[in-house]
């Protein structure tokens, strides 16, 4: 079975409209829709915002299903002027740019990264270049907060020179994912351009596009899987 975890309820609700034989399921008040994409099973579940919130949720998915992949798909704030609104990043490198034990362990001890799975990465881009999506692969940074300030983007970029975006669950999904070693990927949509002019769309507007291609593409991608 392979799962996925979306970040936003447009997402999920449009996955969920092409998904077939579809059972509902309430586990520790989460709530997972089982069924069938591309004949393939699947379960899939919003995680909420932030690493605590998509840490457990990812934590009760993986407990009580056995599931081969996990894609994680959502929504992220560009950090390169190559970047476009409604780009595809493929995450290569995740790394939580808010854990610092710098304190005791020096320079080694800002980050914490971790590694999705070559092959899903191989499909993906194979998937994004079938479809004609713009995408980019490369480092995402995942934290506990909303990147939006120049100072905060500075400082990210500064301390993660290779980052292409910025997002607030990856970083969770993918160290449980790597502790119940279970291969995985993740994808965001950007949603505007850090210190970027004229990088923003409304947000409603970019929910509506984002949502449709977030699930064009996942269905594409477990056909491939």
Do not use: W
Request: charge should be negative; glycine fraction near 8%.
């Amino acid at each position: 079975m392979i799962g996925i975890i979306a970040a936003m309820q447009a997402e999920a609700r449009e996955l969920q409209a092409i998904m077939e034989h579809v059972e509902h399921r309430k586990i520790s008040n989460i709530h997972f829709f089982i069924g069938q994409l591309q004949g393939k099973d699947v379960v899939l579940m919003q995680s909420g915002v932030g690493k605590g919130n998509a840490a457990m949720t990812a934590t009760v998915m993986l407990e009580h299903f056995d599931l081969c992949h996990v894609i994680n798909i959502g929504t992220a704030g560009g950090l390169q002027d190559e970047e476009n609104i409604l780009d595809i990043v493929v995450g290569n490198t995740i790394v939580q740019h808010d854990f610092d034990t710098s304190g005791v362990d020096g320079d080694d001890g800002i980050g914490l990264y971790f590694k999705s799975d070559e092959r899903l990465r191989d499909v993906c881009t194979s998937v994004l270049k079938e479809m004609g999506r713009p995408y980019h692969i490369g480092t995402v940074a995942s934290g506990d907060q909303f990147i939006h300030s120049d100072e905060q983007v500075h400082r990210v970029k500064e301390m993660f020179p290779d980052v292409i975006c910025a997002e607030m669950e990856a970083g969770a999904i993918a160290q449980v994912c790597s502790f119940y070693e279970v291969p995985f990927i993740v994808l965001r949509s950007l949603s505007d351009i850090a210190l970027k002019e004229d990088s923003h769309m409304d947000f409603l507007e970019y929910t509506v596009h984002a949502s449709k291609a977030s699930a064009q593409i996942c269905e594409r991608i477990v056909a491939h899987i």
